[in-house]
C-alpha cells in the first residue's frame, strides 16, 4: 500500500514531473522501509562466508545458548509443554525444526517474535530481538546455526527457501 500524504497531494497540483518524480522516489523509499515488505527483502542465510560465521557464533554463545544449549541441543522433553503450558526451547541442530522454516520467516521471527509473525496471541518463551541485536548480528547469528548443519541438511534447507521465494 501507498501512503500519500496531503503535502504530497498539493505537490501534484500543478503537474510537474519532478514533482511526481519525488513522489514516485518517496512511494518507493516508504516501500521498501515498511516492515511488512521485509518478507520480500533478501535474507539469504551467509553459512559458508567464515567472519559472518564467527560473527554468528559469539553472538550465539552470549544470547541464545542459555536457552538453545551450548552445542544447539535446545531443552530436554522440548517438544512437551510444561506445567505453565510453554514450549521449551527446541534444537536448533538437524534434531530440530529450525532448518524446516526459509531464510526469510526465520529472521522475521529472531526479530520481531513468533506473535508477530504468526499474528495471533501465543504465549511463549522466545524473546524477540528487535532491540537487543542489529539485522547484521540476527543473520549472522542464523547463519552460523546453518554452518552447523550437514551438507545434506543445507541443500534441503536451499530447497526449502527456493520454494518459498517460488511462492
Ligand atoms: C529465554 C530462552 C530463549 C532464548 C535466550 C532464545 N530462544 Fe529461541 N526459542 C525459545 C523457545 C522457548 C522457543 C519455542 C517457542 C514456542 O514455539 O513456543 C524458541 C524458538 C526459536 C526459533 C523457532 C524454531 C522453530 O523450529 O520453529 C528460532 C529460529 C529461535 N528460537 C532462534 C533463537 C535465536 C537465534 C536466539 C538467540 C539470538 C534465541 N532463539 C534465543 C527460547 C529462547
Given at each position: 500500500m501507498l501512503r500519500v500524504s496531503n503535502k504530497n497531494k498539493l505537490a501534484l497540483k500543478p503537474v510537474s514531473l519532478s514533482a511526481l518524480g519525488i513522489l514516485l522516489?518517496?512511494?518507493?523509499?516508504?516501500?521498501?522501509?515498511?516492515?511488512?515488505?521485509e518478507a520480500e527483502a533478501n535474507f539469504a542465510l551467509k553459512h559458508k562466508d567464515a567472519p559472518v560465521v564467527a560473527l554468528g557464533e559469539q553472538v550465539y554463545a552470549q544470547n541464545?545458548?542459555?536457552?538453545?544449549?551450548?552445542?544447539?541441543?535446545?531443552?530436554?522433553?522440548?517438544?512437551?509443554?510444561?506445567?505453565?503450558?510453554?514450549?521449551?526451547?527446541p534444537p536448533h541442530d538437524e534434531?530440530?525444526?529450525?532448518?524446516?522454516?526459509p531464510d526469510s520467516y526465520l529472521f522475521l521471527?529472531?526479530?520481531y517474535g513468533i506473535?508477530?509473525?504468526?499474528?495471533?496471541?501465543?504465549?511463549?518463551?522466545?524473546?524477540?530481538y528487535e532491540d537487543k541485536l542489529t539485522d547484521?548480528?540476527?543473520l549472522a547469528v542464523l547463519s552460523y546455526i546453518k554452518s552447523t548443519w550437514s551438507g545434506r541438511i543445507q541443500r534441503q534447507h536451499d530447497q526449502i527457501n527456493?520454494?518459498?521465494?517460488a511462492q
Open positions: 522516489a518517496g512511494a518507493v523509499i516508504y516501500y521498501l522501509s515498511s516492515p511488512a515488505n541464545c545458548a542459555s536457552c538453545h544449549g551450548v552445542a544447539l541441543e535446545g531443552q530436554a522433553n522440548w517438544q512437551k509443554r510444561d506445567a505453565g503450558g510453554y514450549l521449551p526451547a534434531t530440530g525444526h529450525t532448518w524446516h522454516h521471527m529472531t526479530k506473535e508477530e509473525m504468526i499474528g495471533k496471541s501465543y504465549p511463549n518463551n522466545m524473546p524477540a547484521e548480528e540476527i527456493a520454494r518459498a521465494k
